[in-house]
C-alpha cells in the first residue's frame, strides 16, 4: 500500500515507520522539514496548517492510506477533511486517552463514553497559539474527532492512545520524573484519591498502529496494554531496579506528579480484542520501560 505518515519523526511514530516498511508498504512523510526525518523515505515538506501549501505538495498524488500523527485542532481536522478527501481511502488520526479527561467512572470507559456527535466545534478559539493548545490537548483531539465524525469523506479511525511508557527516547520526562524523585528521596505529589490508569508500551503502540492502517474497521478505538496500572505500581518498579523508597506526599489542592490522576478515566480496550488485536499485559513489560529510561542507569 501506499501510505503517507504526517509527523511522525520520533517516538512511536518512528518505530511505526520502522513498522511498515518492513511490512512492504510504500512510506511518504510530510511534515515541516524536520531535520531528524528517517533517511530512506520520500520526503515531503509543507507546513500540515497551511491549505494551500498542502495542495501544492500533494497535487496528482493519492494515498491508500493516511496517517496523522500530528492532528491536534479542530482546524487541522477540517484541513485535513478537504484535502485528503479526494486523496486517501482511509484516514487514521492519532488521538489520546485525554478525550476522556471529563470522564470520573468506577469502570473502564468504552469508545461510547464520548458522543462525538454532542462534541461542540469552535474553530474560533486561539488554536494556533501554542499555549493554548497545550493547554487544552484533550479538548483538540476531542474537537477533530468530532469533525471527522460529522461528515467523513473517508473511512477514518481515530486511535485513542494510553499513556505510553518506554523506550530510551521518551521526551516527556513523566518517567525519568520518579526515578529522579525516588533516588533522591524527595516527595512525590499525588491526589488524596489516586487513580489508576490505562498504559501501553512504546513498541506496541507503534505495531497497533500499523495494524490498524492494514485493517478496515471505522470509528474511535481505545489502544492499551491490558492491565491498568497505579502511581505504586511504577515507583514499586523503579524501587526495586534503582534502590531508594517513594515517598508520597498527599496533594488536596493542587500539582501533583505525572500519571497521578483525581479522576478515573482508565481505557477499555474490548473494542480492539473483537477486533482481532492481542495486546499484552503491562506486566510484561514495565520492567523493560523502566529499564529504558536514562534516568534509571547511573
Given at each position: 500500500?501506499?501510505?503517507?505518515?504526517?509527523?511522525?519523526?520520533?517516538?512511536?511514530?518512528?518505530?511505526?515507520?520502522?513498522?511498515?516498511?518492513?511490512?512492504?508498504?510504500?512510506?511518504?512523510?510530510?511534515?515541516?522539514?524536520?531535520?531528524d526525518?528517517?533517511?530512506?523515505?520520500?520526503?515531503?515538506?509543507?507546513?500540515?496548517?497551511?491549505?494551500?501549501?498542502?495542495?501544492?505538495?500533494?497535487?496528482?498524488?493519492?494515498?491508500?492510506?493516511?496517517?496523522?500523527?500530528?492532528?491536534?485542532?479542530?482546524?487541522?481536522?477540517?484541513?485535513?477533511?478537504?484535502?485528503?478527501?479526494?486523496?486517501?481511502?482511509?484516514?487514521?488520526?492519532?488521538?489520546?486517552v485525554?478525550?476522556?479527561?471529563?470522564?470520573?467512572?468506577?469502570v473502564?470507559?468504552?469508545?461510547?463514553?464520548?458522543?462525538?456527535?454532542?462534541?461542540?466545534?469552535?474553530?474560533?478559539?486561539?488554536?494556533?497559539?501554542?499555549?493554548?493548545?497545550d493547554?487544552?490537548?484533550g479538548?483538540?483531539?476531542?474537537?477533530?474527532?468530532?469533525?471527522?465524525?460529522?461528515?467523513?469523506?473517508?473511512?477514518?479511525?481515530?486511535?485513542?492512545?494510553?499513556?505510553?511508557?518506554?523506550?530510551?527516547?521518551?521526551?516527556?520526562?513523566?518517567?525519568?520524573?520518579?526515578?529522579?524523585?525516588?533516588?533522591?528521596?524527595?516527595?512525590?505529589?499525588v491526589?488524596?484519591?489516586?487513580?489508576?490508569?490505562?498504559?501501553?508500551?512504546?513498541?506496541?503502540i507503534?505495531?497497533?498502529?500499523?495494524?490498524?492502517?492494514?485493517?478496515?474497521f471505522?470509528?474511535?478505538?481505545?489502544a492499551?496494554?491490558?492491565?491498568?496500572?497505579?502511581?505504586?505500581?511504577?515507583?514499586?518498579?523503579i524501587?526495586?531496579?534503582?534502590?531508594?523508597?517513594a515517598?508520597?506526599?498527599?496533594?488536596?489542592?493542587?500539582?501533583?506528579?505525572?500519571?497521578s490522576?483525581?479522576?478515573?478515566?482508565?481505557?477499555?480496550?474490548?473494542?480492539?480484542?473483537?477486533l482481532g488485536?492481542?495486546?499484552?499485559?503491562?506486566?510484561?513489560?514495565l520492567?523493560?520501560?523502566?529499564?529504558?529510561?536514562?534516568?534509571?542507569?547511573?
Open positions: 500500500m501506499d501510505v503517507l505518515v504526517i509527523g511522525g519523526n520520533r517516538y512511536f511514530g518512528k518505530r511505526l515507520i520502522a513498522i511498515l516498511r518492513e511490512s512492504g508498504h510504500r512510506i511518504t512523510i510530510l511534515n515541516r522539514g524536520s531535520s526525518t528517517p533517511a530512506g523515505f520520500e520526503h515531503l515538506v509543507a507546513d500540515r496548517d497551511d491549505e494551500a501549501a498542502l495542495e501544492t505538495v500533494l497535487a496528482g498524488r493519492s494515498f491508500d492510506v493516511v496517517v496523522d500523527q500530528v492532528c491536534y485542532t479542530p482546524r487541522q481536522a477540517e484541513i485535513a477533511r478537504r484535502v485528503f478527501g479526494p486523496r486517501t481511502g482511509r484516514y487514521v488520526m492519532t488521538s489520546t485525554e478525550v476522556y479527561g471529563d470522564e470520573d467512572r468506577a473502564p470507559v468504552a469508545e461510547d463514553a464520548l458522543d462525538l456527535r454532542a462534541v461542540t466545534v469552535d474553530t474560533g478559539l486561539a488554536w494556533e497559539d501554542p499555549e493554548f493548545r493547554a487544552h490537548y479538548e483538540g483531539k476531542r474537537q477533530a474527532e468530532a469533525v471527522f465524525a460529522a461528515a467523513p469523506p473517508f473511512a477514518w479511525t481515530s486511535v485513542r492512545v494510553a499513556h505510553v511508557l518506554g523506550g530510551d527516547d521518551d521526551f516527556t520526562g513523566r518517567l525519568a520524573h520518579y526515578v529522579r524523585r525516588i533516588r533522591a528521596g524527595e516527595p512525590i505529589a491526589p488524596v484519591v489516586n487513580h489508576p490508569a490505562t498504559y501501553v508500551y512504546v513498541e506496541e507503534a505495531a497497533f498502529l500499523a495494524w490498524a492502517v492494514e485493517a478496515e471505522t470509528g474511535p478505538v481505545n492499551h496494554s491490558h492491565g491498568p496500572l497505579h502511581t505504586a505500581d511504577l515507583c514499586a518498579e524501587e526495586r531496579q534503582v534502590g531508594g523508597r515517598v508520597f506526599r498527599e496533594v488536596a489542592d493542587g500539582e501533583v506528579s505525572p500519571f490522576f483525581s479522576r478515573a478515566y482508565a481505557m477499555d480496550n474490548s473494542r480492539a480484542t473483537e488485536y492481542a495486546f499484552s499485559h503491562s506486566s510484561t513489560w520492567s523493560r520501560a523502566v529499564s529504558e529510561t536514562p534516568e534509571t542507569t547511573p
